[in-house]
C-alpha cells in the first residue's frame, strides 16, 4: 500500500494558477500510473488527469486540457498537478490517487490508493 498526501491547494482568483504537490511512501510508485480527482461543492467526484508509469502517457479530462499538466519527479516519489487560468468552476477538493496499473487511466476503480485531498478555491 502506498501513503499520499496532497499539498498546494488554497485560495486563487480566476485566471490564476496553483501547482499541486501529491508525495508518496511506502510501495514505491514509479511503474503505476497516478492521477488527480476533484469533488466540487454538492457534486461527484470527478476524474481530471492521470499520468502513466515512467511518463509514458497521460489521459486527460476536456475541462481541462490545455490548461492542467500532469508530471512526476520519481527520483522524489511525488507527482505535481499545474493548473493554469483556473475557472471558478474548478474549485473542488483535489485527491490524489495511485493505480494499480501501469497505464494512464480515467477509470476511478483502477485506483487503489488515495490522499486525503487538498482544496482549492477559485474566486470570480
Known amino acids: 500500500q502506498v501513503q499520499l498526501v496532497e499539498s498546494g491547494g488554497g485560495l486563487v482568483q480566476a485566471g490564476g494558477s496553483l501547482r499541486l504537490s501529491c508525495a508518496a511512501s511506502?510501495?514505491?510508485?514509479?511503474?503505476?500510473?497516478v492521477g488527480w480527482f476533484r469533488q466540487g461543492p454538492g457534486k461527484e467526484r470527478e476524474f481530471v488527469v492521470s499520468?502513466?508509469?515512467?511518463?509514458?502517457?497521460?489521459v486527460s479530462a476536456d475541462s481541462v486540457k490545455g490548461r492542467f499538466t500532469i508530471s512526476r519527479d520519481d527520483a522524489k516519489n511525488t507527482v505535481y498537478l499545474q493548473m493554469n487560468n483556473l475557472k471558478p468552476e474548478d474549485t473542488a477538493v483535489y485527491y490524489c490517487?495511485?493505480?494499480?496499473?501501469?497505464?494512464?487511466?480515467?477509470?476511478?476503480?483502477?485506483?487503489?490508493?488515495w490522499g486525503q485531498g487538498t482544496q482549492v478555491t477559485v474566486s470570480s
Open positions: 511506502g510501495r514505491t510508485f514509479t511503474a503505476y500510473a
Open positions: 499520468i502513466g508509469g515512467r511518463g509514458r502517457s497521460t
Open positions: 490517487a495511485a493505480s494499480n496499473y501501469a497505464f494512464a487511466t480515467r477509470t476511478e476503480t483502477d485506483f487503489g490508493s
